[in-house]
């Protein structure tokens, strides 16, 4: 009797010890397969965002250049799908500045305008226009090849137009902070360099030689109550109205806020141009995935 219960007490051991191994090997996967679930429903959650996002970058070219709707018309739509919707942030590319037409008086009025204090406002127009001219003689405050190898920077202007606004980060004596103060009003999509007054920000209005700050309130004010029309808006205007387009300028950037019904966000904004052949209503010129509640200045 004594040898059963010790075979008893030695089996009735060796099962706890199993039942021990099996428990923390479930418990082991249990551990392991919650984030591939967690994981696995990230990734379907990410990719029916991505639908909405698309979806609602579609809409938006079809409403601009099929319907041929203005982008304040557009602007703050929100498309409702099965699994969530898309909030439409719309404006014109025209609103802002033109990197690559813009004169040098807009340039250094803009640099001012933004609160600019790496350099002089002269001197941030002057290298732009050296970046983006052929030749290699640098203009006054200016920088060519020749000042750029002095710094040690290891490349020198392009001589050529500027690609993105984020090519502005190369600019000699530009800082980092100055580069984020501007970038937000500048673009490499205006085909006139004319500043449309229903879209423009405030800092790109204040950036404009000959307008006041006056002139600035009252066209703002203007929009506020209502007032649409390009040319009524311009009519306000007391100073120089030569930087002022009348027209579209047939380039628009698109917010896409999409939400699921779960919750999961997701957000990107997209630069529309008319297409160039017939075989699409519109083109997509820049693409850049957004921290969800981004919105345009």
């Given at each position: 009797m004594g040898r059963a219960t010790g075979s008893d007490g030695y089996i009735t051991l060796a099962v706890l010890v199993i039942a021990g191994l099996l428990a923390a090997s479930v418990a082991t996967l249990i551990t392991v397969s919650r984030p591939a679930i967690d994981t696995a429903r990230l990734g379907a959650d990410k990719l029916a965002a991505d639908g909405l996002v698309d979806g609602g970058l579609a809409a938006a070219g079809y409403l601009l250049f099929r319907s041929e709707r203005e982008p304040s018309a557009v602007d703050g739509t929100t498309l409702r799908f099965g699994t969530g919707s898309v909030r439409l942030g719309v404006t014109d590319e025209g609103g802002r500045i033109g990197l690559n037409i813009a004169d040098p008086e807009l340039l250094a009025g803009l640099f001012g305008a933004a609160g600019g204090s790496s350099m002089s406002p002269a001197a941030f127009a002057a290298r732009i226009m050296d970046w983006r001219d052929e030749d290699s003689?640098?203009?006054?405050?200016?920088?060519?090849s020749e000042e750029y190898a002095s710094a040690e920077?290891?490349?020198?202007?392009?001589?050529?137009?500027?690609?993105?606004?984020?090519?502005?980060?190369?600019?000699?004596?530009?800082s980092g902070g100055d580069f984020n103060r501007l970038e937000p009003f500048l673009t490499t999509f205006s085909s006139s360099g004319l500043i449309d007054p229903r879209s423009a920000p405030r800092t790109v209005l204040l950036a404009i030689p000959g307008l006041t700050r006056a002139d600035v309130e009252r066209l703002i004010e203007a929009r506020r109550a209502g007032t649409r029309?390009?040319?009524a808006l311009i009519g306000l205007v007391e100073g120089s109205t030569d930087y002022f387009g009348t027209e579209p300028s047939g380039a628009y950037r698109v917010v896409m806020q999409a939400r699921l019904k779960a919750g999961f966000s997701e957000a990107a904004e997209a630069v529309l141009v008319a297409a160039t052949d017939e075989t699409a209503d519109f083109g997509v010129v820049a693409w850049n995935r957004l921290a969800p509640g981004t919105r345009s200045p």
């Open positions: 003689e640098p203009t006054e405050a200016g920088a060519e920077l290891g490349y020198g202007p392009r001589n050529g137009p500027f690609r993105s606004p984020d090519e502005l980060r190369l600019l000699i004596g530009l029309d390009r040319e």
